[in-house]
């Protein structure tokens, strides 16, 4: 397994990791969004700009789940 591969399982495992814990604290939902960023960032960089995409996006809505979570 190269290096890429390395950082692209470690995204998507980070994501579904802080998607499962999300209801037990805020902060999970904020590294939801910071593991949305790794992936989407592995997506580009591995040239599956649609996977990139969608993963940017998600970030978004994590983001936004943050905040309104906070109010």
């Not at 994501?15 to 037990?24: I, K, S």
């Not at 995409?53 to 109010?71: D, M, N, Q, S, Y």
């Amino acid at each position: 397994m190269d290096g890429l591969t390395l950082f692209g399982v470690f995204a998507v495992t980070a994501m579904l990791v802080c998607y499962a814990l999300e209801e037990r604290a805020r902060a999970f939902v904020l590294a939801f969004a910071a593991a949305c960023v790794l992936a989407s960032a592995y997506g580009f960089l591995q040239g599956a700009w649609p996977f990139g995409i969608v993963e940017a996006v998600w970030t978004i809505v994590a983001l936004r789940r943050w905040r309104h979570r906070g109010k």
